[in-house]
């Protein structure tokens, strides 16, 4: 079976066998995909994280390949089935669903007609028919030896030996393989109303439309489905079936077949109409469903690995302002190591418009803890908040940067058990404005506190498959908390939980250990940590960060089991002259991969690889939707990518949306060709306002 999984993996992924073992061995050993991709590069040829993900995947669908396989023959063998035909056809095979048509023929058939006339005792008539070397004559008289108390006349006999060739011919997996395909490349979706359709609802531009199956958008694809378990729309796969008929006549029947031939080419048209086809039909759209899922995750991946990646805004003691009307706007102060510091709750906007008393409660927290940025919620109130805040940094002259933040998921989180445990004495309200600070502060350490369906950087997310969904989300988010690193003396347990090596249970340790010492001042003292034993600490402890520790190797991304050789690079060269990286890896007995990989780490200790902080400032001039007119020039943030577009955060209670044909004066298949999360844009003009539906779209043009 190794072997062979080997033989399928070399195909798939075209690495080295050499390779393709380590990578098996590492992960049989209990090693982390981050860990793989960062410390045993010399092992993997360098593959990134994607890349070992992308294997893991396929490493896994073919061991589940490998195991069906040997299940499938194993039955057959006892069935005595698995003739030298059947095992070439099993070994021939490359997927999950090639082994299934296999097997299918050989499967226990439920009551029907087919069995019924297998019960007959017609299955040697079927022979007869199916060789075509008889006339229909002949064929008639030797149905009469069929005839029985159950078979009482000719033409049952026949039409019960036509429902086992009917049967033979749906179960073949050559003329499934191939009518596949037809549907796949040539199937169109026809939809038309529902028995609940609404003339006014959301689904009026689908319904009574035709799309080819190949084109289909996987987020219009995604709205249909939804439409038909609404049951507004309904839906069925068409196909040129004339032309099946006409190929299976050129194909399946003998040309110099001039007998039972007509019995045989009715008992095939039979065996697709009824059995093959609408198998296939239904098929066709669980394939439809599961691509638009996949392709619905890739997107959602990618605008979540986008989000986490936004700059951090280091050393800022900053002021969270979670903005309201009638329930004022609740303020939040954290440090620049994330920690609470204060809360107030002040009526800058309407109703009360309290400027004067707004105003002292921010200043006097300003003073009182020198604050030097403010993180605005862009939620309800949002832009007069700002409004308010630009003006007094104005008028007093302040120092003070402000951004707006996406407040989205900030009430989830202040509800949910994470912030119960991280603030157990604050109104939820306060803990929102906390997680907007934190946003600014550090997006990442932040999000992940969340779950990511709830951050609105999805596209019909609770339509796609929720298993492959959430798996591919922790996936990412593993990838990047270890791509960054991890501040070992500030970070949460929820975050400490995405390293590699380290459980939530671990976190905790490590947190509850944290407090205890007070703060960790050498990677060493991890080990004493309850629960992390040597496999742990050798998987984690390399994306963990001290930055004021006793060594400054901690605050690297250099492994411990790596300190000696750096050790030895430091004293006999200087890192910053080596030009020849092979010559000086011979002479430190290492490889070239982890020397550039220390010398990059030593070059720039503690460095983060996500980009700077940029702020953005918005149009002061515009106060809510009803001020806007097309033509506007507006500036803004994008929140969202989706298929059709992006939705972007212009100052407004709603995001307004970018549609891709308004993104670029070029053709572009998608719209992340062109945007990604958190992008600042300018100059974007409106291009229309609805203002009963309270949609704004813009454009790039």
């Given at each position: 079976?190794?072997?062979?999984?080997?033989?399928?993996?070399?195909?798939?992924?075209?690495?080295?066998?050499?390779?393709?073992?380590?990578?098996?061995?590492?992960?049989?050993?209990?090693?982390?995909?981050?860990?793989?991709?960062?410390?045993?590069?010399?092992?993997?040829?360098?593959?990134?994280?994607?890349?070992?993900?992308?294997?893991?995947?396929?490493?896994?669908?073919?061991?589940?390949?490998?195991?069906?396989?040997?299940?499938?023959?194993?039955?057959?063998?006892?069935?005595?089935?698995?003739?030298?035909?059947?095992?070439?056809?099993?070994?021939?095979?490359?997927?999950?669903?090639?082994?299934?048509?296999?097997?299918?023929?050989?499967?226990?058939?439920?009551?029907?007609?087919?069995?019924?006339?297998?019960?007959?005792?017609?299955?040697?008539?079927?022979?007869?028919?199916?060789?075509?070397?008889?006339?229909?004559?002949?064929?008639?008289?030797?149905?009469?030896?069929?005839?029985?108390?159950?078979?009482?006349?000719?033409?049952?006999?026949?039409?019960?030996?036509k429902d086992i060739i009917a049967q033979r011919y749906a179960d073949d997996f050559k003329s499934k393989e191939i009518i596949r395909t037809l549907i796949a490349n040539w199937g169109s979706i026809e939809i038309k109303e529902g028995k609940q359709f609404d003339k006014n609802g959301l689904y009026t531009a689908f319904a009574n439309t035709t799309e080819k199956l190949k084109y289909i958008k996987s987020h219009r694809a995604l709205a249909i489905l939804?439409?038909?378990?609404?049951?507004?729309?309904?839906?069925?796969?068409?196909?040129?079936?004339?032309?099946?008929?006409?190929?299976?006549?050129?194909?399946?029947?003998?040309?110099?077949?001039?007998?039972?031939?007509?019995?045989?080419?009715?008992?095939y048209k039979d065996g697709l109409k009824r059995l093959l086809l609408p198998s296939l039909k239904r098929e066709a759209l669980a394939n439809l469903k599961e691509k638009a899922s996949n392709e619905a995750i890739e997107l959602f991946g990618k605008n979540l690995k986008e989000l986490l990646l936004t700059a951090p805004l280091v050393n800022h003691v900053i002021l969270g302002m979670d903005p309201g009307y009638k329930t004022g706007c609740k303020l939040a102060v954290i440090d620049k190591n994330g920690n609470f510091l204060d809360s107030a709750v002040i009526y800058p906007t309407k109703p009360k418009e309290?400027?004067?008393?707004?105003?002292?409660?921010?200043?006097?927290?300003?003073?009182?803890?020198?604050?030097?940025?403010?993180?605005?919620?862009?939620?309800?109130?949002?832009?007069?908040?700002?409004?308010?805040?630009?003006?007094?940094?104005?008028?007093?002259?302040?120092?003070?940067?402000?951004?707006?933040?996406?407040?989205?998921?900030?009430?989830?989180?202040?509800?949910?058990?994470?912030?119960?445990?991280?603030?157990?004495?604050?109104?939820?309200?306060?803990?929102?404005?906390?997680?907007?600070?934190?946003?600014?502060?550090?997006?990442?350490?932040?999000?992940?506190?969340?779950?990511?369906?709830?951050?609105?950087?999805?596209?019909?997310?609770?339509?796609?498959?929720?298993?492959?969904?959430?798996?591919?989300?922790?996936?990412?988010?593993?990838?990047?908390?270890?791509?960054?690193?991890?501040?070992?003396?500030?970070?949460?347990?929820?975050?400490?939980?995405?390293?590699?090596?380290?459980?939530?249970?671990?976190?905790?340790?490590?947190?509850?250990?944290?407090?205890?010492?007070?703060?960790?001042?050498?990677?060493?003292?991890?080990?004493?940590?309850?629960?992390?034993?040597?496999?742990?600490?050798?998987?984690?402890?390399?994306?963990?960060?001290?930055?004021?520790?006793?060594?400054?190797?901690?605050?690297?991304?250099?492994?411990?089991?790596?300190?000696?050789?750096?050790?030895?690079?430091?004293?006999?060269?200087?890192?910053?002259?080596?030009?020849?990286?092979?010559?000086?890896?011979?002479?430190?007995?290492?490889?070239?991969?982890?020397?550039?990989?220390?010398?990059?780490?030593?070059?720039?200790?503690?460095?983060?690889?996500?980009?700077?902080?940029?702020?953005?400032?918005?149009?002061?001039?515009?106060?809510?939707?009803?001020?806007?007119?097309?033509?506007?020039?507006?500036?803004?943030?994008?929140?969202?990518?989706?298929?059709?577009?992006?939705?972007?955060?212009?100052?407004?209670?709603?995001?307004?949306?970018?549609?891709?044909?308004?993104?670029?004066?070029?053709?572009?298949?998608?719209?992340?060709?062109?945007?990604?999360?958190?992008?600042?844009?300018?100059?974007?003009?409106?291009?229309?306002?609805?203002?009963?539906?309270?949609?704004?779209?813009?454009?790039?043009?």
């Amino acid at each position: 079976m190794t072997k062979n999984l080997i033989s399928l993996l070399e195909e798939k992924t075209a690495l080295s066998t050499k390779v393709i073992n380590n990578i098996i061995k590492l992960l049989d050993e209990g090693c982390t995909i981050p860990f793989i991709a960062r410390y045993r590069k010399e092992y993997t040829n360098g593959a990134t994280d994607v890349e070992l993900r992308i294997f893991e995947e396929t490493y896994n669908y073919f061991q589940k390949f490998l195991s069906r396989k040997e299940e499938i023959e194993n039955l057959l063998k006892e069935k005595n089935f698995l003739n030298e035909k059947v095992l070439k056809n099993l070994n021939e095979a490359k997927t999950l669903q090639a082994l299934e048509d296999i097997y299918t023929p050989f499967k226990d058939k439920k009551s029907s007609r087919t069995s019924d006339a297998i019960e007959k005792g017609l299955e040697p008539l079927a022979n007869i028919i199916q060789c075509m070397k008889y006339s229909i004559d002949d064929v008639e008289y030797k149905a009469k030896s069929f005839l029985n108390k159950e078979v009482k006349s000719i033409n049952e006999a026949i039409d019960g030996a036509k429902d086992i060739i009917a049967q033979r011919y749906a179960d073949d997996f050559k003329s499934k393989e191939i009518i596949r395909t037809l549907i796949a490349n040539w199937g169109s979706i026809e939809i038309k109303e529902g028995k609940q359709f609404d003339k006014n609802g959301l689904y009026t531009a689908f319904a009574n439309t035709t799309e080819k199956l190949k084109y289909i958008k996987s987020h219009r694809a995604l709205a249909i489905l939804r439409a038909v378990n609404e049951k507004q729309l309904s839906i069925k796969i068409e196909i040129d079936e004339k032309h099946i008929l006409e190929n299976i006549k050129k194909y399946k029947i003998p040309s110099q077949a001039n007998t039972s031939k007509s019995i045989v080419f009715e008992a095939y048209k039979d065996g697709l109409k009824r059995l093959l086809l609408p198998s296939l039909k239904r098929e066709a759209l669980a394939n439809l469903k599961e691509k638009a899922s996949n392709e619905a995750i890739e997107l959602f991946g990618k605008n979540l690995k986008e989000l986490l990646l936004t700059a951090p805004l280091v050393n800022h003691v900053i002021l969270g302002m979670d903005p309201g009307y009638k329930t004022g706007c609740k303020l939040a102060v954290i440090d620049k190591n994330g920690n609470f510091l204060d809360s107030a709750v002040i009526y800058p906007t309407k109703p009360k418009e309290d400027i004067i008393n707004s105003s002292k409660t921010i200043l006097n927290l300003i003073k009182k803890y020198k604050i030097t940025s403010i993180a605005i919620g862009n939620g309800t109130a949002s832009r007069e908040t700002a409004t308010f805040i630009d003006e007094l940094i104005k008028k007093e002259n302040l120092d003070i940067n402000y951004a707006i933040v996406s407040e989205i998921g900030a009430s989830v989180y202040s509800a949910s058990k994470i912030a119960q445990e991280e603030y157990p004495n604050l109104d939820v309200t306060i803990r929102g404005a906390i997680s907007i600070a934190g946003r600014l502060r550090d997006p990442m350490a932040t999000l992940v506190k969340i779950d990511p369906k709830s951050l609105g950087i999805g596209q019909y997310q609770h339509d796609v498959n929720q298993k492959e969904l959430a798996q591919k989300l922790e996936n990412i988010t593993i990838d990047l908390v270890n791509k960054v690193g991890v501040d070992l003396n500030s970070a949460s347990y929820k975050l400490l939980s995405f390293v590699s090596g380290i459980s939530e249970k671990l976190a905790k340790n490590i947190v509850e250990h944290r407090t205890k010492i007070n703060k960790f001042v050498s990677k060493e003292q991890l080990l004493e940590v309850k629960g992390i034993g040597a496999k742990a600490y050798e998987q984690a402890v390399g994306f963990l960060r001290i930055k004021e520790g006793k060594s400054i190797l901690d605050n690297t991304g250099i492994h411990p089991e790596d300190f000696s050789l750096t050790s030895n690079l430091q004293k006999n060269y200087k890192i910053e002259e080596i030009k020849d990286f092979e010559k000086v890896s011979i002479e430190l007995n290492t490889t070239p991969l982890k020397l550039k990989d220390i010398i990059a780490e030593l070059l720039k200790p503690g460095y983060d690889v996500r980009v700077e902080f940029n702020q953005v400032k918005f149009s002061k001039d515009i106060l809510n939707i009803e001020d806007l007119k097309e033509g506007f020039t507006l500036s803004g943030i994008v929140r969202n990518i989706t298929d059709f577009g992006a939705f972007v955060d212009v100052g407004l209670k709603n995001d307004a949306l970018l549609h891709i044909s308004q993104i670029s004066n070029k053709r572009i298949s998608h719209p992340s060709e062109v945007l990604s999360i958190n992008q600042n844009l300018e100059n974007i003009k409106v291009l229309s306002v609805d203002l009963e539906k309270q949609r704004v779209g813009l454009t790039l043009k």
